[in-house]
């Protein structure tokens, strides 16, 4: 029922897809390694996501979240004395990007948060990305 519709989106996007990737394409369908790699991703994430909870809790100290039960990304609102822009111009010092909240939030309720993302990285990654910020906003909040 969805092949007709697929074919018309194909057709508005890319009306000359090659005839190898089309082909590829259905080997990949037809012997559910689809199926195979969705179950792979939502273990992968789900480990990520556990990760970064964890290191979230460790290491954000003064900050708080709520758990979402779902994603790729946490919002981690500041502690009050630390503002977002500031501490992602540090973090990208240290190679760890981070999302300013004022991104998303125009005004000053912008600052009191960061988005973090940990679709990209692996678990060890994630647990030495948020430990470093944890050490910048600490650094933030003693410096005042």
Not at 25 to 33: E, G, P, T
Not at 90 to 118: H, M, N, Q, W
Not at 127 to 141: A, D, F, L, N, P
Request: aromatic share 10%; net charge positive; proline share 3%.
């Amino acid at each position: 029922s969805i092949r007709d519709k697929v074919m018309n989106i194909k057709h508005i996007t890319d009306i000359s897809t090659s005839g190898l990737m089309q082909r590829v394409l259905d080997i990949y369908l037809r012997n559910d390694i689809w199926d195979k790699h969705i179950q792979y991703m939502k273990k992968e994430y789900g480990i990520r996501y556990l990760e970064a909870v964890r290191a979230a809790r460790k290491y954000l100290r003064g900050a708080s979240f709520n758990q979402p039960y779902g994603g790729l990304i946490l919002w981690i609102r500041m502690p009050d004395n630390v503002k977002a822009t500031e501490l992602y111009e540090r973090c990208k010092e240290k190679k760890v990007l981070i999302t300013p909240g004022t991104v998303f939030i125009k005004d000053a309720e912008g600052e009191k948060y960061i988005r973090l993302s940990f679709a990209a990285a692996e678990p060890a990654k994630i647990t030495e990305g948020i430990s470093i910020i944890g050490q910048v906003m600490e650094e933030i909040r003693t410096s005042i």
